[in-house]
């Protein structure tokens, strides 16, 4: 390595990892902005009780494709800060430059723990941005479901409502019937009784006509005074025709 530029590449590579560093702190800054973003939309959304000055007028499924798109971006650039920091390991390993070792090593260790920070940076923000984004669409799914359950609820119990609407129709169905087998009951048991009444009349007549055939006397009895009321009345007529033709003589005359 040293032969092909010496101090010259170690400043090329020093001169790359800046570069790269910078590059990668303002990548991170506006990563974390985004994510804070995200969450502050999100918090809005449910609740409209608070809103955040870093709320976005993206909507959230722009977001996610800027989110995509940065992550992959720093990926990229710490891919290529880590090589950069493998070619300047390599070149502290590189035959005549142990007179400078412990500067170069130094400044290596200072480039790897930028590296290191960046990293875990970069890996909590992105956590972060997706275990937010793994709540939301839980929530999300749970809203949904929630208003699948109550539009289904409607519909149960407008179902429920009907089927109570037809149960009490058939309860006064019931209940019609129940007062038409009463009445036709009553009318059975009135008309039995009468049967029965128009029996007894029945067999008092036929006890009587018996009576009468067993006993001719009685009979013949019976028939005079028939006759004698007969008589009785033809003659009261007779009486009453007789008179009543005088009085229209009279009045004639």
Known sequence: MAGIGGSNYWEDLR????????????????FSKLCTSYSSSRDGRRGDTYRSDTTPLLNNSTQDRMFDTMSVEIEQLLAKLTLVNDKMAEYTNTPGTASLNAA??????????ILQDYTHEFHKTKGNFLAIREREDLLGS?????????????????????FLKEHEHLRNSDRL???????AMATKENMTSQRGFLKSIQGRVNTLANILYRFPTI????????LRKRR??????TVIGVCTILLLLYALH
Do not use: C, F, W
């Not at 749970?142 to 009907?162: A, H, P």
């Not at 019937?177 to 009445?183: E, G, H, L, N, V």
């Not at 009785?232 to 007529?237: A, K, N, T, Y």
């Open 142 to 162: 749970v809203r949904k479901d929630i208003e699948s359950y109550k539009s289904g609820s409607g519909v149960n119990n407008r179902r429920t409502e009907m």
């Open 232 to 237: 009785d009345s033809l003659i009261l007529g």
């Open 104 to 113: 170069l090593m130094h400044t290596l260790q200072r480039h790897r723990d």
């Open 219 to 226: 009979n013949n009895l019976i028939q005079r005074i028939n």
């Open 177 to 183: 019937m129940d007062d038409t087998i009463s009445i």
């Open 15 to 30: 001169k790359q990892a800046r570069q790269l560093e910078n590059e990668l702190d303002l990548k991170l800054v506006s």
